[in-house]
């Protein structure tokens, strides 16, 4: 248990250095490759920090802990909307850009739509258990193909500092050089990664030390663990005046874990749900849905501080229901 405590500790400060010094280069690259923050966030910081995701729920697939690696994506999806988005907006209240708001919050929904209406498969006549097929696999990762074909399209077509007002303010600032920007991006991943490895290592073993089942785990301590790179880069990223590498962190991470990481997941082994149910897929795109409802609120195109709270509080109760209906 003692060692347990000290990967926690240890993984979490690699992990808020980690933020610290990627959130850094990432700005830095942004504005020297002419690309808005969001779109930075959106593809290369959201993919970046997914990494512990992706590795997590190959490894657990593959170790025939199927429900596991389901747990995990849908549960970080679930702490990234609300919790994520929460706590950075309590910081500092989140502006979101109408093209944003129109284009890619949609595509959190319709991602946690598709994973829905996967699992549902065998209530709608497909018969046999909740399963992610290898078909299904590769459905997602088509879907992923289109998303990074639209994401890149989209990006020629705009303007950065009609994109992102943040970074056209940083463009009038002194740019980091280039190879720094590269060492601080590189570093900081491997303190993410190597710092979210530890903390998941740790708090699966105090998790079973308490009899905690593995759909159990997969929803709440690895999906916070996996996730903390992304809750320690959008935080660190919304306190340095960056919403668009924040918001951008949040939604392509949620895309990107459920159309490339379990697709590709799926393809190489079926993945069965096991105890992780429909009334889990429900409160993912139901946790999207609101993210898309409190990000275009009264036509503000911005998340306030009580509306974050809202989001973290709703976590808070999803996490209790868990733990008290879930079999130990």
């Given amino acids: 248990m003692l060692i347990d405590c000290l990967l926690l500790a240890a993984g979490l400060v690699l ?6 010094f ?31 995701e992706l590795v997590v729920s190959i490894t657990s697939a593959m170790n025939a802990s199927t429900e596991m690696a389901v747990g995990n994506i849908v549960g970080s999806n679930i702490f990234n909307i609300l919790v994520i988005v929460g706590v950075a907006a309590m910081i500092k209240p989140i502006a979101v850009e109408r093209g944003v708001l129109l284009n890619e919050i949609p595509l959190v929904v319709l991602s946690s739509v598709v994973l829905l ?37 989209s990006a020629k ?12 303010e940083g463009a009038s600032r002194k740019g980091m050089p280039l190879w720094r920007a590269i060492v601080y991006v590189v570093g900081g991943l491997a303190g993410l990664v190597f710092g979210g490895d530890w903390f998941v290592d740790g708090a699966s073993g105090v998790a079973k030390s308490a009899g ?42 949620n895309i990107f874990n459920i159309f490339f990481v ?17 009334s889990d897929l429900w409160a993912l795109t139901a946790a999207s849905l609101l993210f898309w409802v409190v990000a275009s609120l009264f036509g503000r195109r911005t998340i306030t501080r009580p509306e974050g709270a ?19």
């Fill in 310 to 328: 809202l989001l973290f509080l709703l976590y808070i109760a999803y996490t209790a229901l868990l733990i008290i209906n879930l079999p130990a």
């Fill in 157 to 168: 077509r705009v303007e950065p500092a009609d994109a992102d007002p943040a970074a056209a």
């Fill in 212 to 253: 905690w089942s593995e759909g159990l785990i997969g929803l709440t301590i690895l999906a916070a663990g996996t996730s903390l790179p992304e809750l320690a880069t959008s935080v660190v990223a919304a306190v340095k005046g960056n919403p668009g590498i924040c918001i951008g962190n949040v939604i392509g991470s």
């Fill in 117 to 153: 209406v996967m699992g549902a498969a065998p209530m709608l006549g497909a018969g046999g258990a909740m399963t992610l097929t290898r078909a299904d696999g590769l459905i997602l990762l088509l879907f992923f193909i289109v998303f990074m074909r639209y994401t890149f399209a």
């Fill in 262 to 278: 379990l697709g590709l997941t799926a393809t190489i082994k079926p993945l069965g749900f096991g105890t992780i149910g429909l």
């Fill in 22 to 52: 990627m959130t850094d280069g990432a700005a830095a690259l942004a504005k020297r490759f002419g690309m808005s923050d969001f779109l930075v966030g959106l593809t290369v910081v959201s993919m970046m920090t997914s990494a512990p």
């Fill in 15 to 20: 992990i808020l250095a980690g933020a610290n």
